[in-house]
Structures are given as structure tokens and as C-alpha cells.
């Protein structure tokens, strides 16, 4: 069945970095976009950053264009999300998963916090 595990995630200050995997399994991910969301307490799962099936094109939301990049490794069935300039509103679980979302199957997320 279809299996999305996150990780990466954690603690870190305003302006900091961290950068978050995605294993993935159970379909055939090298022909599928794929996508990282987040969903802050009390608000809506969003959409982040995009990438197309072979990763030759890219997409992101304004809030986070500039400061986040999208990768994936076909081979190892593995979506990145590398997150620089971290700011306090990114703080949210992440998530991946296909664009569009993959039926209802979402792994367990990753907590980011940014505080000081």
C-alpha cells in the first residue's frame, strides 16, 4: 500500500535551515508530481513547493519562494525539502505526498518549530 514517511524535522531559530526527506513506496513515484504541504494549528493543509515527475520543473508558494527548494531522487524514491531563512510562521507540520494528493493516504508529517 501506499507509504509516505517524513523526517528531518526539529527545533531550529529564526534564519536557520533544516532540510526535510520523504520515503516513499507502494506506487510508482517516478511518474508522479510530487508535492511537500504543511498545516499550521488551526489553519488549512497547504501546498508548498511542487515538483514534476522527472524534477525538471519546480513551483512555490509565495510565502516561501526564494527560501525553499524542492528535490527528488527517482532512484531512491525520495522527495527533499531543503528550508533556509527559516522564519517563526513556517512552524507547522510537513508533510509530502503527489499533486494532486495521493486518495487520502498522508504519512505522519514532521514538526518544524522556529522560535528563539
Known amino acids: 500500500q501506499v507509504q509516505l514517511v517524513e523526517s528531518g524535522g526539529g527545533l531550529v531559530q529564526p534564519g536557520g535551515s533544516l532540510r526535510l526527506s520523504c520515503a516513499a513506496s507502494?506506487?510508482?513515484?517516478?511518474?508522479?508530481?510530487m508535492g511537500w504541504y504543511r498545516q499550521a494549528p488551526g489553519k488549512q493543509r497547504e501546498l508548498v513547493a511542487a515538483?514534476?515527475?522527472?524534477?525538471?520543473?519546480?513551483n512555490y508558494a509565495d510565502s516561501v519562494k526564494g527560501r525553499f527548494t524542492i528535490s527528488r531522487d527517482n532512484a531512491e524514491n525520495t522527495v527533499y525539502l531543503q528550508m533556509n531563512s527559516l522564519k517563526p510562521e513556517d512552524t507547522a507540520v510537513y508533510y509530502c505526498?503527489?499533486?494532486?494528493?495521493?486518495?487520502?493516504?498522508w504519512g505522519q508529517g514532521t514538526q518544524v518549530t522556529v522560535s528563539s
Open positions: 505526498n503527489g499533486v494532486p494528493s495521493i486518495g487520502d493516504y
Open positions: 507502494g506506487f510508482p513515484f517516478s511518474i508522479f508530481a
Open positions: 515538483i514534476t515527475s522527472a524534477g525538471g520543473s519546480t
